[in-house]
């Protein structure tokens, strides 16, 4: 169903004519989507009379810090960084969504680990990017062995300094998203404990999400609209033709195509516009954070969505 949505999501934007900005700063994550948007340079053709400032960030939240800031305008995050944003009174609104995947994010152990079941992580300290996408497979990985994350030792670590603590022995396990799990897959022998395809049907994969300030989608809704086209568009191409797109961006991240290929192989590139479905996805998630004590209040996601 949520590739079905991809189809036509052009066709879901009103079209307007609007007053363009002079500038649209953009943040973007290492080997998402909108780095491939970047590479090919499609805002820059479809927007020829905008500036357009790409900024990158190692993981969700401290993109979501810096849009609340006003240092960018737009940016793409996993489905968690909003939900701890939100409670944290951070203003954005989530514009569009990107559907979850089932492979692009793990929890592993190194291979010779003598952990071969979640049930085994009691106790064992896991790595991971807080408030991160894998921050909520971790929470459910536990969940499924009858663990919550009060039963192991988390250490919140960003991508890099977290493999380098997984290689040296100082984590047990860690928990971490496309690119970064294909290059320790690449790298050394792990072992795959959990992904979303793991925990299916009973847990879905949670969306991403396209966010932006609050004044700028109210100020900007037709810039957003036309730029969330571009988005889905690329997508789609992306979707494909992994092997094009993996050749695109493997010099700029400095990785091999046989270390980039299997993440474009598994990921569904896309955008579509917020709706009442995905917002009750990411309710779920956010109530499953809230119910394990790791956000300090309930919060209503929809509060969060911009609505066109």
Known sequence: MRRRLLVGAAAAWPVAAFAAPSRLRIGFQKGGLLLLVKLRGSLEKALPGVAIEWKEFPAGPPLLEALDAGAIDFGVTGAPPPVFAQAAGRDFVAVAAEPGLLHSEALVVRASSPVHTLAELRGQRIALAKGSSSHYLLLASLQKAGLRVADVQPVYLGPA????????????????????????????????????????????????????????????????????????????????????????????????????????????????????????????????????????????????????
């Open 161 to 308: 300094d977290a493999r380098a603590a997984f290689e040296s022995g100082a984590v047990a396990a860690w928990v971490v998203w496309d690119p970064y799990l294909s290059i320790v897959q690449a790298a050394q022998p792990v072992r795959v404990l959990a992904d979303f395809g793991a925990l299916a049907p009973a847990v879905q994969p949670p969306w991403s999400f396209y966010e932006a300030r609050r004044p700028f989608a109210q100020a900007q809704g037709a810039l957003l609209r036309q730029v969330i086209d571009v988005i889905a568009a690329e997508g789609a191409w992306a979707t494909a033709n992994p092997e094009a797109a993996a050749r695109i961006g493997a010099p700029l991240l400095g990785l091999s195509l046989d270390v980039l290929l299997p993440m474009h192989r598994r990921a569904r590139f896309g955008a579509v516009p917020v709706n009442e479905a995905i917002a009750a996805d990411q309710q779920r998630v956010a109530d499953a954070f809230h119910a394990q004590g790791l956000i300090p209040r309930p919060i209503k996601v929809r509060e969060s969505f911009w609505w066109g």
